[in-house]
């Protein structure tokens, strides 16, 4: 079954249609050997999307509560069946490069009211070290 939510009424404004792709693509995702669902989301890091030819393509890489990351690529249109890949990520690794084919927009990181449209509480920035100046040697 494809699922368009170009379509919902809800889904007009940009923010909310992207946050309806995520939680399809954690339902897709949760039928995957990996042993997470959207409950388990802490937050969306980045993502981005791209429409065309009534294809959509959603890439978003996810922190979960238990310190897992992931890349979750869906894919869904009319000539197209319904999908997600799932990667799962290193702590400290990048986000994915747009590949060869340039197809995807950049990534978006800016996802604040992003991951609280999805209900996501606010997860504060960590805190900048202080250096504080060595004492001066008499």
Known sequence: MSVMFDCLPNARDPLDREADLIRRAFELAARQPYGFTFEDLEQIEAYRTQRAAEVTSLGCV???????????????????????????????????????????????DDVAELNHRLGLPLIPPPPVPVILPLPARH
Request: proline share 9%.
């Open 62 to 108: 996810a922190s979960l509560t238990d310190g897992r990351r992931f890349h979750l690529a869906y894919v869904a249109g009319p000539q197209q069946s319904e999908s997600v890949k799932v990667t799962q990520m290193v702590t400290t690794q990048p986000f994915p490069s747009i590949g060869a084919s340039g197809h995807l927009s950049p990534w978006i």
